[in-house]
């Protein structure tokens, strides 16, 4: 093991109930042998966390230091990390696959790593990024390419499940699509769709600054507070609905707009876990016969994919992203539960 920093105990944003956070003072990771130590440079807030602030979700519990979709720099090594990698060294730039598979289950073998029957969520399984330093094991660690800057490649964890929803869709040049949900997932699938080719890409979201956001970018906004999302998207795309939708929001009323917007014989594809389960219509569902194609997180392909799209700007981040210290990462945490604005993403700087 080469260490290059010396005191026992680190800063970590720590959960230790519904709706409470605090930067603690926590002994430090001490990485496995097959792992990699790495200090932390940014860590953004999830969708997904949100719910676990509040106490909704069962795969977290506190105290527990979150934090998945992290960039940082290689500060410790493990003995049985393969040498001659020289990606893998101390001071290599890096980001993170962090739903650890392991490789060997039959889930793994059929290339599907995401759905590893012994999966670990870096940050829900055990201790995340919201710290100084995480370790994490080096099959999942993905170096920077020399030219991406580490705010960008902390981006490369929500960019991989656009990119995984995206191929989930089946063709979609020339396709018309709906999103809902004009969040980090919302609006990075968008940008994946229109590199894609898609036609008429509609995105409907209540808040109006995150639609700003996206209408920027050339998407076709709608506010369900100011017209019906159905209506709209039909009369748009001569009365038979489009081709795919997506929902990125995950409440009944969003998934069932999802289906009543898209055509006959089309796609459902399931992002958003905001309840675990909802009313769905189903009698409509079969007399459409739709597909309803769930999308969970991404494969190891899939976040090669991101990091590319990433590194050519394809994907790239606006003003929905903003970077804030640790020491405010409960008040963030607030906000976005609360009246996030335009801000779709919150990278915290340890
Ligand atoms: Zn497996």
């Avoid at 599907?112 to 999966?119: P, V």
């Avoid at 330093?133 to 660690?141: D, E, F, N, T």
């Avoid at 976005?336 to 993403?345: E, F, I, R, W």
Wanted: net charge negative; charged share 15%.
């Amino acid at each position: 093991m080469s260490e290059s920093r010396g005191s026992a105990a680190m800063n970590a944003l720590v959960w230790t109930g519904p709706s409470e956070a605090v930067v603690q003072q926590v002994p430090r990771p001490v990485p496995a042998a097959d792992e990699v130590l790495i200090e932390v440079a940014y860590c953004g807030i999830c969708g997904s966390e949100l719910s676990g602030y509040l106490g909704h979700n069962a795969l977290r519990k506190p105290p527990l230091v979150m934090g998945h979709e992290f960039s940082g720099e290689i500060v410790a090594v493990g003995p049985d990390v393969a040498t001659g990698t020289p990606a893998l060294a101390v001071g290599s730039r890096v980001t993170v696959d962090p739903m650890i598979y392991d490789g060997t289950c039959s889930q793994c073998r059929a290339g599907k790593q995401h759905l590893c029957l012994n999966r670990q969520l870096i940050g829900a399984s055990r201790p995340g990024a919201f710290a100084q330093l995480v370790a994490a094991p080096a099959h999942m660690v993905f170096p920077l390419p020399s030219d991406m800057s580490l705010r960008i490649g902390a981006l490369s964890e929500p960019t991989a499940c656009a990119v995984r929803a995206v191929s989930l869709m089946g063709d979609v040049r020339g396709r018309d699509i709906l999103i809902v949900g004009a969040g980090a997932i919302g609006l990075l699938t968008y940008q994946v769709l229109r590199h894609r080719g898609a036609a008429q890409v509609f995105i409907a979201d209540t808040n109006p600054a995150r639609l700003a956001n996206v209408e920027a970018l050339g998407a076709l906004i709608l506010n369900p507070r100011e017209v019906d999302v159905v209506s709209h998207v039909l009369d748009a795309t001569g009365g038979e609905g489009v081709a795919v939708s997506m929902d990125a929001v995950g409440k009944a009323v969003t998934r069932a707009q999802c289906v009543a917007a898209t055509v006959r014989g089309g796609r459902v594809v399931l992002s958003g876990l905001h309840e675990e389960s909802s009313i769905m219509p189903v009698a409509d569902i079969i007399r459409k016969e739709q597909v309803i194609q769930a999308a969970f997180c991404y494969t190891p392909v899939n976040v090669r994919d991101a990091m590319d799209l990433l590194d050519r700007g394809v994907v790239s981040a606006g003003d929905w992203v903003i970077d804030a210290p640790l020491a405010d990462g409960a008040m963030w945490f607030d906000r976005l539960v609360g009246d996030p604005g335009p801000v779709a993403k919150v990278l915290l700087v340890p």
